[in-house]
C-alpha cells in the first residue's frame, strides 16, 4: 500500500485568490497524478506529475491554471489559481504501487470557494 | 479515450442481501480491474482487483467476476452491511499509465 498524506485538508477561499495543495508520499515513486473529484460525481484526472518533467495536463486542464510543482520523487503540489466557484471540489492526489497497477490516493483536499 | 460506464447509479439492499453493481470498458493498455470504496470524506480506497487470467476473484464478502470478451466485469457483495454503505467506482486502464474511473454507485444497505 501507500501512506498519502495532504495538505491541508480542507479550505474555503475566496474567487480570485489562488490556494497551494501539498501531497507527501511515505516512499518515492516515479508518478503522482492530481484528480478532481466535484461533488457526488466520479474523479477526473488533471494531470500526471513526473519528477524531473513537465506535468503532462488532461484536456480541458491547462497549466497556467493548475500548476504542478514535482521537486523530489515523494513530494507534489497542485496550485489552484484564480478560483471561481466552478473550482469547489475536491481534489485528490493518487500514487502507482504494485508494479505500476495499483493506484492509491490521499484523504483529499475540500475546497470551496466563495 | 478510455470511457467506463457504471451501473446502478445508486443502490438500496437490505442488510444480508447480496449487492451486484456492474461495470463496462472500451479498450485497455493493459489488463488489471480494480474497484474502489469511498466514505464520504475519505479518499477513494482500493477495495479489491483482477487479472483477467482469472474470471472470478474472492475476497471475503467481495467478489469481482469478469467477462473478457463482453468487456464488462462487475462486483458483487455478499451478506451486505450497513458499514458497506458508500460509493463504489470500478476502474480501467487508460491510455497513459493512469486508470478512468466509472461514475460511481452509491450504495445504501438498510438495517
Known amino acids: 500500500s501507500a501512506v498519502i498524506s495532504q495538505k491541508p485538508s480542507r479550505d474555503i477561499c475566496q474567487r480570485g485568490t489562488s490556494l497551494t495543495i501539498q501531497c507527501q508520499v511515505d516512499?518515492?515513486?516515479?508518478?503522482m497524478f492530481w484528480y478532481r473529484q466535484q461533488p457526488g460525481q466520479s474523479l477526473t484526472l488533471i494531470a500526471t506529475?513526473?519528477?524531473?518533467?513537465?506535468?503532462?495536463?488532461e484536456s480541458g486542464f491547462v497549466i497556467d491554471k493548475f500548476p504542478i510543482s514535482r521537486p523530489n520523487l515523494t513530494f507534489s503540489t497542485l496550485t489552484v489559481s484564480n478560483m471561481s466557484p466552478e473550482d469547489s471540489s475536491i481534489y485528490l492526489c493518487?500514487?502507482?504501487?504494485?508494479?505500476?497497477?495499483?493506484?492509491?490516493f490521499g484523504p483529499g483536499t475540500r475546497l470551496l470557494v466563495l | 479515450q478510455q470511457q467506463v460506464k457504471q451501473s446502478p447509479q445508486s443502490l438500496i439492499v437490505q442488510k444480508g442481501g447480496i449487492s451486484i453493481i456492474n461495470c463496462a470498458y472500451e479498450?485497455?493498455?493493459?489488463?488489471?480491474f480494480p474497484w474502489y470504496q469511498q466514505f464520504p470524506g475519505k479518499g477513494p480506497a482500493l477495495l479489491i482487483a483482477?487479472?483477467?487470467?482469472?474470471s472470478e476473484k474472492k475476497e471475503g464478502r467481495f467478489t469481482i467476476s469478469f467477462n473478457k470478451s463482453a468487456k464488462q466485469f462487475s462486483l458483487h457483495i455478499m451478506d451486505s452491511q450497513p458499514g458497506d454503505s458508500a460509493t463504489y467506482f470500478c476502474?480501467?486502464?487508460?491510455?497513459?499509465?493512469?486508470?478512468?474511473f466509472g461514475p460511481g454507485t452509491r450504495l445504501s444497505v438498510l438495517p
Open positions: 493518487s500514487v502507482l504501487r504494485g508494479g505500476g497497477e495499483t493506484q492509491y
Open positions: 516512499s518515492q515513486v516515479t508518478m
Open positions: 506529475a513526473n519528477q524531473g518533467s513537465e506535468a503532462t495536463y
Open positions: 479498450n485497455t493498455a493493459f489488463d488489471y
Open positions: 483482477i487479472r483477467p487470467d482469472v
Open positions: 476502474a480501467a486502464p487508460g491510455y497513459g499509465q493512469n486508470f478512468v
